[in-house]
């Protein structure tokens, strides 16, 4: 394997300002010519994604970190963690690496034009090997786990329920097609990529989702909690949201692959006892967090023997019908004297009980209407915290966080899109 010559690192890291000016161009152009040219990858990239121009954006943001960081990797370990389980999920495999390096270098010299020097060319074209092969190793790793669970590519599964959870959020049990359980075990937190045909499109369509339930010892099914995207945010409807949604019934298939994420608490780990954990949602990004709260407290039929710790479950959603899993927060809180829950709605109808539908009505998420000792536990230096809500306001947050005196790295954010969280 070629590696990276003092000088060409130097060329690297200067060419960073000019990614920054050309980047989101020169990925289009990559995106354009790739698949133009290779259409069977439509199955493996997001048209939602590519459409409002997520993709092109993440990645010139990735290759940007990458030039910035290339003589200093392990700041991007969280980055390359996040990236390898979404390649895994999405079956990538490291012949697909040679065919993304030529069209990414053959867009840079398209849009650099005479700017993109021989020196430039060979330099990018190493550090992409480098990059390449990091990932390669990383992922063929998780590719053996998965096949110890004899569970390599995609895998059918039945929708065996399918049960409203609010106003836009369902619940579909999954069944495995086959009948072989139990299910490999994940760590609450961890998703799965599901695929579906798209007649209207000729081709297939993977999205991510949540496993929104603690693993089961049992391990007969898999739950998914989705949001019917309306547009609203993204600035299109989500195609499978809404396929899943209108289209699909008990009795449907799906294709599932693998459990993966590394957005995960680990609820027997005895090093966490007493370990206080604050869970902090917005919307359907309730869906990971509910994996890891059911987790982490006795259950009947759980997967895990979880360690006792103080834990706040803190869920902002636009109005109480929007609200998912109400009853079972109530239950999981009556049951457990460590777990206290914290409701924010942001719209009240006549009918919502202050204390029982909420806590905080009209109002938007707002740290500042809680204690800082007994709910956020900001006394504690231990204390660890898991968001999952829109990029920016997680932002937000972890700003707030750090600046009420909490280390940036008991900050665990959940993007549900491609990329990863900017680091402000």
Known sequence: MASLTPAQIAIVKATAPVLKEHGTTITTVFYDNMIGENPSLNNQFST???????????????????????????????????????????QVTPEQYDIVGRYL??????????????????????????????FIGVEGQMYKNNAA???????????????????SVSSFYLVPSDGATPLP??????????????????????RQYSL??????KGEYYRISVKREDGEEA????????????????????????????????????????????????????????????????????????????????????????????????????????VTAHIFLRKLGPNDRSGEDYHFGDMRLDLSKLDGERDLHLGDSRTEYYICAPETFMVELRKVLVG?????????????????????
């Open 185 to 206: 075990k994940y760590l609450p937190g961890q998703y799965v990529s599901l695929q579906l045909p798209v007649p209207s499109l000729g081709y297939l369509q993977s």
């Open 48 to 90: 939602t994604s590519k459409t409002t121009g997520r993709q092109p954006r993440a990645l010139a943001n990735a290759v940007l970190a990458y030039a910035t960081y290339i003589d200093d990797l392990p700041k991007l370990s969280h980055a390359v963690a996040r990236i390898a389980h979404k390649h895994v999920s999405l």
């Open 149 to 167: 669970d004899n569970w390599v590519g995609w895998r059918k599964f039945t929708i065996s329920r399918k049960v409203p959870e609010s106003s």
């Open 212 to 217: 929104s339930e603690a693993p089961k010892e």
């Open 235 to 338: 600035g299109i409807p989500g195609l499978i949201s809404n396929m899943l949604h209108d289209q699909f019934k008990e009795g449907d298939e799906v294709e599932l692959s693998h459990p993966q994420g590394e957005f995960s608490v680990d609820p027997n780990d005895k090093s966490k006892e007493g370990v206080p954990l604050v869970l902090i949602s917005v919307g359907v990004g309730a869906t990971p967090l509910m994996s890891i709260l059911g987790a982490s407290v006795p259950e009947e039929g759980g997967a895990t023997t979880p360690v006792k710790r103080p834990i706040s479950w803190i869920q902002a959603s636009r109005s109480n019908e929007a609200k998912p899993f109400g009853k079972e927060i109530k239950r999981i809180v009556q049951q457990n004297e460590n």
């Open 404 to 424: 009420l005196g909490v280390d940036k790295e008991r900050v665990h954010l959940e993007l549900f899109a491609t990329g990863d969280v900017g680091d402000e």
């Open 105 to 134: 270098i053959q867009a840079i010299g398209q849009v650099l034009g005479d700017a993109a020097t021989p020196d430039i060319v060979d330099a990018w074209t190493t550090a992409y090997g480098v990059l390449a092969n990091v």
